[in-house]
């Protein structure tokens, strides 16, 4: 079992995070903690596998975390979980060893391929000993070569190379109508194949609510 670490000072956010991983199969939740200083001391006591980290915390935050683990040189992955989304933070967390960054909200499904996605990683690793380019391109460095693979029924493989072309253009976050009027395909068959580029990790999704409640998905484009 995966042993998870929840780093996070909003008891509701950490409660909904606990419940997302005792939903995915074979992560076992550790505990929670409000801040950076309380998590070393656990790293320090327990063998954790994996850190979701806030990065907005008193004492000392997600990033200041994130680069004392990688100084003391902690045997431990970390998945940002956070609703800063300026470049700069997202930088130093993937250059600080993150292996996913998830933007608060998400839908559990997010959640769900950065976990799987993890265990996947880490099963590979600990079941390989010499390593060809090959694997190593097969199972980690290719995750844009998913769009290459078996495709979900009813999604054509042109259509998703003309959307992800789409996709690519886009500086900005965009929403599956703006995509829809840009690819000319309706707003159903365009939810379908931003769906699949979701699955795949090409795309983040960013849920906020308008003035009468409904939801408004924002998609952008995952070029880490």
């Known amino acids: ?5 929840i780093v996070e000072d909003d008891p509701m956010v950490a409660e909904l995070n606990r419940r997302y991983v005792e939903r995915v199969e074979g992560f076992l939740f550790y505990g929670i903690v409000k801040n950076g200083e309380e998590a070393l001391a656990a790293l320090k006591a327990k063998n ?6 806030d990065i907005f915390m008193p004492n000392m935050n997600g990033l200041e975390l994130l680069s004392a683990v990688r100084q003391q040189e902690y045997n431990v992955d970390v998945i940002v979980v956070s609703a800063a989304r300026d470049n700069q933070s997202i930088q130093m967390a993937l250059r600080h060893g993150a292996v996913d960054y998830l933007i608060k909200p998400f839908e559990f499904d997010r959640m769900q391929a950065a976990l799987i996605n993890f265990k996947k990683r880490l099963q ?8 060809s380019q090959n694997h190593l391109d097969q199972q980690i460095f290719a995750r844009h070569s998913q769009i290459e693979g078996e495709l979900p029924k009813g999604l054509d493989r042109n259509t998703i190379k003309r959307v992800w072309e789409h996709i690519l253009e886009q500086k900005d976050e965009f929403t599956a109508e703006e995509m829809a009027n840009h690819v000319g395909l309706s707003p159903v068959s365009i939810r379908k194949y931003l769906k699949y580029f979701q699955s795949v990790e090409l795309l983040h999704v960013e849920i ?3 003035a009468v409640g409904r939801p408004v998905y924002r998609y952008r484009c995952n070029r880490n």
């Not at 954790?48 to 980290?53: A, E, M, P, T």
Request: glycine share 4%; aromatic share 10%.
């Open 124 to 131: 590979f690793m600990q079941e390989a000993s010499n390593l």
């Open 48 to 53: 954790i596998d994996l850190v979701l980290l």
């Open 208 to 210: 906020s609510y308008g």
């Open 1 to 5: 079992m995966i042993k998870v670490l």
